[in-house]
Nanobody, 130 residues
Framework: QVQLVESGGGLVQPGGSLRLSCAASGFGFDYYAIGWFRQTPGKEREGVSCIDNNNGETNYADSVAGRFTISRDNAKNTVYLQIDSLKPEDTADYYC???????????????????????WGKGTPVTVSS
């Protein structure tokens, strides 16, 4: 069964940190680029970060660059998103997605666009509030 399972979200104060995890199963993880997205009620899902599998290149949205760090552990089929210096505007449900083909990889990892991924997980909620 193809699955992406996000975890690690929670309630934190402004300035705090969290580490989100995206655990993959049921497909060739090593061959897929992984992206993180977030969505708040009433707004469209937006790309946050991406890590390619071919060369390990990473990309970040301007709003999170310097505060978020994406990494992957292929041995554990897991991608992490370390989020530091959290701001209230980071409050959202966070999702991960996986793509293999070059066209969607370009869109997701270079353009940080929302694309059709192999599957969507249920997300993990992040709430930043004092």
């Amino acid at each position: 069964q193809v699955q992406l399972v996000e975890s690690g979200g929670g309630l934190v104060q402004p300035g705090g940190s969290l580490r989100l995890s995206c655990a993959a199963s049921g497909f060739g993880f090593d061959y897929y680029a992984i992206g993180w997205f977030r969505q708040t009620p009433g707004k469209e899902r937006e790309g946050v970060s991406c890590i390619d599998n071919n060369n390990g290149e990473t990309n970040y949205a301007d709003s999170v660059a310097g505060r978020f760090t994406i990494s992957r552990d292929n041995a554990k089929n897991t991608v992490y998103l370390q989020i530091d210096s959290l701001k209230p505007e980071d409050t959202a449900d966070y999702y991960c997605g996986a793509v293999h083909d070059a066209r969607r990889r370009q869109a997701m990892c270079v353009g940080l666009r929302v694309v059709d991924t192999i599957v969507w997980g249920k997300g993990t909620p992040v709430t930043v509030s004092s």
